[in-house]
Every structure is written in structure tokens, then in C-alpha cells.
């Protein structure tokens, strides 16, 4: 079917014809892609196009679409029930999964979303330090909830907006802003208000203003400030957690505990499945042990366990991170190399695996540099690659993902497709 076909009658029941913005294409027009089914690194669209994703919903699919251990599991589990409301012996095998991965993980609370994770994760803060106030940083988005919309990235950031109608001043009110990488403002910031910050939020490695590393010592500085100061640590690893290694970006590379910790995308194996977590001493505040109230109908839904707990085992087993990070550096080395061959200002930033073309000649460590970039370029580069069969994110503030099912192969047609838009 055609895909303005299907974007019609989509308009005429769902809000914009999509069920998440960014899928509308407004950053990048045109008609949006619609999915039929996908298999590894490849996905067939309505129109019967075979495109090789580099979206892999969104970081998501680590192990490429339908997976076929992932998906015995679920099917597996399906016939079962697929859901209860009340406990299930997975959930268990779940979260005792998750804390001996990821240090610092004591007692984990499995949700459906990652904004229902940092929803929690704020709440918890808050219920623990009895302060109000939040700091996160310009440009990290960590849902939807409402405290957490003020200068977002993501798709925020592509419709060109710093927070969301709707959001009332007095919901925002204690939530503080800083740069991202800039250590000194979050000093003074504590130096105003330390005694009713209840946290700091922040992304280790930022992915939706673009792929943007954390400074040298910045986590670590985090870490130091909000200790000295009594406020939590919240580090939302709902895009770290298990992309860039076996655990946490927290503990393989930050080298920090943080008080929490708020885990998705990955562990879910392509289901609705976030979780949230950290000290003991903390969680059992959460209802019913403790006073911050949280619950959920579909938590620890058995299929989405089934997904998340199939996709730890074969991440395991197939310790696929040494190659994807190759397959991503060999992709961002080229890139950036042809671009300049081409005389055009693209700076391909990754880090194993992820990686993010911004168009502009200089690197980007911060919502300000984002924001410089050419995003009429990033426009053409787009399309360009989707006519000669590569699917990157319809947006220039997003990261895009290499999985395990992606091959050499793939990376030098993508590469070959990139010179091909380059010269027209």
C-alpha cells in the first residue's frame, strides 16, 4: 500500500498520523515510512521497499528485528497469558537479572516506558531529600512527564520548542537547567540552591540532541557535588543501559555509582519495559514498603520480561559490542572523510556503535553546538539516503544505532549511498 495512502487515513485517526512525533517526518518532510515487518538489519515497508534501518527503534533492537531467540520466547510466553496483574515468577528472575549486571542496582521496580521511569526516579528523589528541586540539563530529554519538559531535546528540540503547551509554570518551577559538559554551572547552581536541589538527571552519553559524550571528569564531578551536597545522582541510561556494553555506560565508563539508575529501550528486546533502580536504602521507600507511591496494571508485563530476559541471554552469548563498535567507527571515519572530500561540513560523532552525522565542521559537546547545525543539509542527506535504501532518524538530534545483525557489508553500501548524495 502507498504510503500517503496509509498517512491519509492515519491523519483521520490518530493525532497527526503518527503515535510519536518524531515518526511525522516534520523535520525532514515528506511522507513518512510505513513498516511492515523487519528482519535483522532489514526492514520492508508498505510499498514493499527493503531498507536497511539504522533507527532500529530507537536503539532498541540490538540484536536486529525479530531475533530469532527473542522472538521463540515471546511466542513461547504468549501462549501462557499475556497478562495477570498480579505477580509472575519471570519478574523475579528479571530484576535479580538486572542488579547483577549493573553495580550499584540493589532493588530494581520494573514499569512500561522510560518516562514512567524517570517519573518515578524524581518522585523517589524528591521523597528521600523531602526538597523539590531538579537539575537536568539543556538538551537531555527524559520523557514526557511534565517537569522533565523544559529545554528537552529530542523531539522537543525538532519542533523548535523549549518546553510543551499544556505543562503549567507551577510544574516546572523546580526544575533547574544547565548546559550539558558545563561543570561550573551546575557549581553555582548548588551554590544558589543546594540546600533544595533533591537531584541531578543527566544522560552519561547524551543521544537526543545527537550522540554527545560526557566531558572528561564530568560524571565523575556529578557525582562529587551531589554527594557533598545531599542530593541524589539520577543517571538515565534508558539509551545507555546495555547499548555501549554488558551493564550501564555508569559502571563501564563513567566510573560512578549512581544513587539511581533508569534502564530501558534494551532491556525490553523490542517490548514496552523500562525499569527503574538502585540502593536499597532508597527503593524500599517506594509503596508499598515505603511513602512514594508508584504502581502499574501491565508492570512486568510476562511478555515484555520474556523479550527483555531472551535479549540479556543472547547479548551474553554473542558479545556482539567489540563488532558493532568496529562497524561504527569504520561508518563514522567514512563519513566524515567523504564529507570532506566533498567540501561539505558533516561531523560524524560515535561511540560503539551509536553515532550521529551533525552537519556542521565542528565537534558538538552541547546543545549550543547542536543547534549551529546545517539542518537543510541534514534534510538532503536524508532523503538521499532513503531513495538509495538506508533508513537513518528522520531528525538531525538523534542517534542512530548499529545493531548485532548489522554486516561489513552494510556499512559500505551505506557508505557508497553517502558519496552517491554527496556528488548529486
Known amino acids: 500500500m502507498e504510503h500517503e495512502t496509509l498517512f491519509r487515513r492515519a491523519r483521520k485517526a490518530i493525532p497527526g498520523g503518527v503515535n510519536s512525533p518524531v515518526r511525522a517526518f516534520n523535520a525532514v518532510g515528506g511522507t513518512p515510512i510505513f513498516v511492515e515487518k523487519g528482519k535483522g538489519a532489514k526492514i520492508r515497508t508498505a510499498d514493499g521497499r527493503i531498507l536497511t534501518d539504522y533507527c532500529c527503534s530507537w536503539g532498541a533492537m540490538i540484536l536486529g528485528h525479530a531475533h ?3 522472538s521463540r520466547a515471546v511466542a513461547a510466553r504468549a501462549k501462557l497469558g499475556t497478562t495477570f496483574g498480579i505477580a509472575t515468577p519471570d519478574e523475579v528472575a528479571f530484576a535479580e537479572r538486572l542488579c547483577a549486571l549493573v553495580p550499584g542496582l540493589e532493588r530494581v521496580r520494573a514499569v512500561n516506558s522510560g518516562t514512567e521511569a524517570v517519573m518515578t526516579a524524581i518522585r523517589l528523589a524528591r521523597g528521600v531529600t523531602g526538597r523539590d528541586m531538579v537539575l537536568k540539563f539543556d538538551g537531555c530529554y527524559h520523557g514526557h512527564s511534565d517537569a522533565m519538559l523544559v529545554k528537552s531535546g529530542s523531539g522537543i528540540l525538532t519542533m523548535g520548542a ?13 526544575t533547574l537547567v544547565a548546559p550539558y559538559n558545563d561543570i561550573e554551572a551546575v557549581e553555582m547552581a548548588f551554590r544558589r540552591h543546594g540546600d533544595a536541589i533533591a537531584a541531578v538527571i543527566v544522560e552519561p552519553v547524551a543521544g537526543n540532541m545527537g550522540l554527545v559524550p560526557p566531558a572528561r571528569g564530568f560524571l565523575k564531578s556529578l557525582r562529587s557535588i551531589t554527594s557533598r551536597h545531599g542530593a541524589l545522582l539520577v543517571c538515565d541510561e534508558v539509551i545507555n543501559g546495555f547499548r555501549f556494553g554488558f551493564s550501564s555506560y555508569s559502571a563501564l565508563y563513567g566510573g560512578i555509582t549512581p544513587d539511581l539508575i533508569t534502564l530501558g529501550k534494551v532491556i525490553g528486546g523490542g517490548l514496552p519495559l ?51 563498535a568496529d562497524l561504527g567507527s569504520s561508518l563514522a571515519v567514512g563519513m566524515s572523510t567523504i564529507a570532506a572530500e566533498h567540501g561539505l561540513p ?6 560503539n556503535g551509536v553515532f550521529t552525522p551533525f552537519c556542521t565542521d565542528q565537534p558538538v559537546t552541547c546543545l549550543e553546538d547542536a543547534k549551529t547545525c546545517d539542518t537543510s543539509l541534514y534534510v538532503k542527506l536524508f532523503h538521499g539516503l532513503l531513495d538509495r535504501g538506508i533508513y537513518i532518524a528522520p531528525s538531525q538530534f538523534e542517534c542512530n544505532f548499529i545493531s548485532a ?10 557508505l557508497s549511498a553517502f558519496e552517491a548524495v554527496c556528488r548529486s
Open 405 to 414: 545483525a548489522h554486516t561489513v557489508g552494510d556499512i559500505d553500501a551505506f
Open 162 to 174: 523549549s518546553s510543551s503547551a499544556g505543562v503549567t509554570p507551577g510544574a516546572v518551577a523546580d
Open 274 to 324: 523500562a525499569a527503574v533502580g538502585g540502593k536499597a536504602k532508597w527503593m524500599k521507600l517506594l509503596a508499598p514498603e515505603g511513602p512514594v507511591y508508584q504502581a502499574g496494571t501491565l508492570s512486568g508485563n510476562p511478555l515484555a520480561v520474556a523479550a527483555g530476559l531472551a535479549t540479556l541471554d543472547a547479548l551474553e552469548r554473542e558479545q556482539p559490542y567489540a563488532r558493532m
Open 68 to 70: 530469532p531467540a527473542v
Open 346 to 351: 558533516v561531523t560524524c560523532q560515535s561511540f
